[in-house]
């Protein structure tokens, strides 16, 4: 005759159980070659099985810069204009640093933008990477209309990805995304023909 | 100020002042020990990052609005594909004004873990929260996040758990192993991935990451590149200390101080140089947990066992972990044994002169005899498998001949010559004299099979009446492309691990890739196996070895055929690689009167996944088994 294990064990074991399936789980889910990584399937938010390949196996070496420009009603085109910004480091950031966010949110929106160089222009438009960034720089040119920095009146505009060295000016800039041309208002029709891209 | 006039600056240290400095540690590392306090203060630092996140987060609402990069408007979209049912409830909590409550809450939370020791009942609660809002918010939050937002999630969450039970002695030294284990894992992992890569190995990664404004910074960039040597002095350092982080629970107590304290000074470096201030409080949260296990151990030691019983979770998760091992490597063997017999009764066996045994299946047309047979050579990484759609495509029309190279598929390698990719055309040329005899033939290659064809065609001469390329391998493909050159250095990183992994059992942890699915049901049950199979990437990585020197080669002119040579492209080959067309046209006019065909909307592998795609292009190839009536291929440009 077995006696009952008393509640708090059954709880205890249980709790014992999570936290080593969680621990395998996590372990299952570094390899280096991020095909293995399946599992992380089980985790669509991404925060609970943790990525503990901090800037490998490739670390990123060079800066992501988002910039724009615009095409006036006449067709002339603006010159590129930076819409991503990455303010010096200072020792304060080593305590407050509320721009961190931001300056890796360009990172990253950046690697989903490049990965969609392998789609068709309308895939690509369907994209909520491109689709978010396109109202991102859509809102920087008109801040920058009202601030008088830029002509009012064109009626569309283009972006792009460049990686860059950073503090090392040896290296070339790699132009590795280039948007379509896009409408100011969102789902407008563009009256004249895009230009050839390629 | 350099070195030495720091040292002139501080106070002599006697001896007295030190033993008073290290009993003082002392105290405070005998008292992290026991498990629940080392809960309270893993929790107090893993607050300090939350709530330093929170209001950040309140700092940079412009970021949230319209027009930011957390603009709900439109990360929601990939979170309504992935979590229909939870959509109203995330919109509800994306407004603006509930998400300030939230974080307002989470900063309370935090903060509230700070109230006196003796104050415990509205820990656990706080923990949830503070767990569960991370949870809620981190869909908004997609793009920004980063590493020390899951490690914060990671200790609250465990810090909860820690607590069930009714203060459970047992629940509250799992919480702590296991904030233990993971860091360790952490570290380990951050390094042994580092290791793999060339750019750590040659220390080019670290000024490499310096140099960047977004996690660099000048002067230090400056000086590591003006000291070469005492850059990868530091990069190295990093990487021995933290592949052997692990090493704490079993060195020495002071040694395993050692270690911690270099980490902890890692990190404060990181902070003031990369700009990741959240980063030292989410780290040093596991800190406390590594103490305690550490002085835990060192306490058993000296009271001969009274003190507490072994560690239970340790010992629960190497059980699991060798179960699992060996329920992998297991999977492993059925999975090779079932791929040798997966060809069925179809299939016939030829030993060529290398030794190699070919798998490969004939099947005959009723009145082809007259026409041509046609053999099909499949790619790198692939099997006869992958031309199902092909073999359904041309069944009772051609004659048709498919086997996978020595190593793929059902097919081995016996070869003790060092391979090269020549040894894969003598194969090919041997099993075509085997079965063929002196029968005319057309050549079908996809990819690197493109490429072993057209060198097959030089010897089978005048046999070959017609070649079709399926977006063809060129040997100067890599030379033209920086991006093709990118992606060939990358494969022939992945290329050495794959195999090895497989061997040891992670094959179910393979993700495979999408276009699978789009072959029935069994033929892709046996793709996933075979691609989850060590014996395809260690052929790959054989053939990759060799594939690479001929890429390194200095380009020469291609073989010339006198036989019509077709070349069928995918839209989205070329769109990546731009360079591809003008290769793709090389080899169209290295043969005679052929034609290079685009097909619009698929990929390197939708040309043999995609059933529809596949009927166009069996129309390219049914034009070489009746040369005189030339059809165009429907819908192809």
Redesign the interface.
């Known amino acids: 005759m077995g006696r009952r294990p008393a509640p708090?064990t059954v709880?205890?074991t249980a709790?014992?159980?999570?936290?080593?399936?969680?621990?395998?789980l996590?372990?299952?889910?570094?390899?280096?070659?991020r095909?293995?990584?399946?599992?992380r399937t089980l985790d669509?938010?991404?925060?609970?099985i943790?990525?503990?390949?901090?800037?490998?196996?490739?670390?990123?070496?060079?800066?992501?810069h988002l910039m724009y420009r615009t095409r006036g009603a006449d067709g002339q085109v603006s010159p590129w204009h930076e819409a991503s910004s990455?303010v010096?480091?200072r020792?304060v950031?080593?305590?407050?640093?509320?721009?961190?966010?931001?300056?890796?949110?360009?990172?990253?929106?950046g690697i989903d933008l490049i990965a969609l160089?392998?789609?068709?222009v309308e895939q690509m438009q369907q994209a909520?990477s491109y689709?978010?960034?396109a109202?991102?720089i859509?809102?920087?040119v008109?801040r920058r209309e009202r601030a008088g920095d830029l002509e009012p009146g064109s009626d569309a505009f283009q972006f792009m990805v460049v990686l860059y060295?950073?503090?090392?000016e040896s290296g070339d800039p790699e132009y590795r995304f280039v948007s379509g041309l896009v409408p100011r208002v969102e789902g407008a029709e563009l009256p004249a023909p895009t230009e050839d891209q390629? | 100020m350099n070195a030495r006039s720091v040292l002139a600056h501080l106070p002599p240290l006697r001896a007295p002042r030190l033993r008073a400095i290290t009993a003082g540690i002392g105290d405070v590392l005998t008292a992290v020990s026991r498990p629940r306090t080392a809960l309270l203060a893993a929790e107090r630092m893993s607050a300090v990052t939350q709530v330093l996140s929170s209001v950040e987060y309140l700092f940079s609402r412009r970021d949230q609005r319209p027009g930011g990069l957390g603009d709900w408007t439109y990360g929601r979209s990939a979170m309504a594909t992935r979590f229909p049912r939870l959509m109203p409830f995330l919109d509800r909590v994306s407004d603006e004004k509930i998400d300030n409550v939230v974080h307002v809450l989470r900063i309370g939370a935090g903060l509230s873990l700070f109230l006196p020791l003796h104050v415990t009942a509205h820990r656990a609660p706080a923990n949830a929260f503070l767990a569960a809002s991370a949870l809620v918010l981190h869909p908004k939050n997609h793009y920004g996040s980063d590493g020390s937002d899951q490690l914060a999630f990671l200790v609250q969450t465990s810090a909860a758990l820690g607590r069930v039970g009714r203060g459970s002695p047992r629940a509250a030294e799992a919480a702590v192993w296991f904030l233990a284990m993971q860091a360790a894992l952490s570290y380990s992992v951050s390094g042994l991935v580092k290791i793999v890569s060339r750019t750590w190995r040659t220390g080019e990664a670290l000024p490499g990451i310096l140099r960047t404004r977004t996690y660099g910074d000048e002067g230090l960039y400056r000086f590591l590149t003006a000291h070469p040597r005492l850059s990868r002095l530091a990069a190295h350092t990093v990487l021995v200390l933290e592949t052997a982080f692990p090493l704490v629970f079993v060195l020495p107590a002071r040694a395993a101080y050692g270690v911690v304290g270099a980490m902890a000074a890692f990190h404060l470096a990181n902070a003031r140089y990369m700009g990741l201030a959240r980063f030292v409080w989410a780290f040093m949260a596991t800190y406390p947990a590594i103490l305690s296990v550490v002085q835990g151990r060192a306490a058993r030691s000296l009271t001969a066992g009274a003190h507490r019983s072994p560690a239970r979770l340790p010992a629960i998760v190497a059980a699991v972990t060798g179960l699992l091992a060996v329920v992998g490597v297991g999977s492993a063997l059925v999975r090779r044994a079932g791929i040798e017999r997966a060809d069925g009764p179809e299939a016939r066996r030829h030993r060529t002169p290398s030794r190699n045994v070919l798998s490969y299946r004939l099947r005959r047309a009723p009145g082809a005899e007259a026409l041509p047979l046609v053999v099909f050579e499949s790619g790198h990484q692939s099997s006869a498998t992958y031309w199902h759609w092909y073999g359904e495509e041309l069944a009772g029309r051609v004659d048709t001949l498919f086997y996978s190279r020595a190593g793929y598929g059902a097919s081995s390698y016996f070869s003790r010559d060092s391979y090269s990719l020549q040894e894969s055309v003598d194969d090919l040329v041997d099993l075509v004299d085997a079965v063929a005899a002196d029968r005319d033939v057309v050549l079908v290659g996809h990819s690197l099979g493109g490429y072993l064809v057209t060198r097959a065609a030089e010897r089978l001469g005048s046999r070959v009446t017609g070649i079709v390329l399926i977006d063809p391998t060129h040997p100067g493909e890599v030379a033209v492309s920086a991006v093709q050159a990118e992606g060939a250095r990358m494969l022939d990183m992945s290329m050495r691990l794959v195999a090895p992994s497989l061997r040891l059992g992670l094959g179910v942890m393979l993700d495979v890739p999408p276009w699978v699915s789009l072959y029935p049901d069994e033929v892709a049950a046996r793709l996933r196996a075979e691609l989850r199979d060590h014996a395809l990437w260690s052929t790959a990585k054989r053939e990759w070895t060799s594939l690479y020197q001929v890429f390194r080669a200095p380009v020469g002119s291609l073989p010339t055929t006198s036989a019509r040579v077709d070349v069928v492209a995918a839209d989205r080959t070329l769109r990546e690689h731009p360079h591809q067309r003008a290769l793709d046209e090389e080899f169209v006019a290295a043969g005679a009167d052929g034609r290079l065909t685009v097909v619009d909307g698929t990929d390197h592998l939708g040309l043999l996944a995609d059933r529809a795609v596949v009927t166009r292009i069996a129309a390219v190839v049914l034009q070489h088994t009746t040369p005189r009536v030339p059809v165009e291929a429907e819908g192809a440009r």
């Open positions: 708090t709880i205890t709790v014992e159980a999570v936290f080593a399936g969680w621990f395998v996590t372990l299952l889910t570094q390899h280096p070659q095909s293995f990584d399946r599992l669509p938010v991404g925060l609970t943790p990525n503990w390949r901090f800037f490998a196996p490739e670390p990123a070496t060079q800066d992501f990455i010096r480091r020792l950031h080593a305590f407050w640093f509320p721009g961190r966010r931001r300056e890796k949110a360009f990172f990253d929106v160089n392998s789609l068709d909520s689709r978010l960034v109202n991102y859509r809102h920087a008109e060295s950073g503090y090392d390629s």
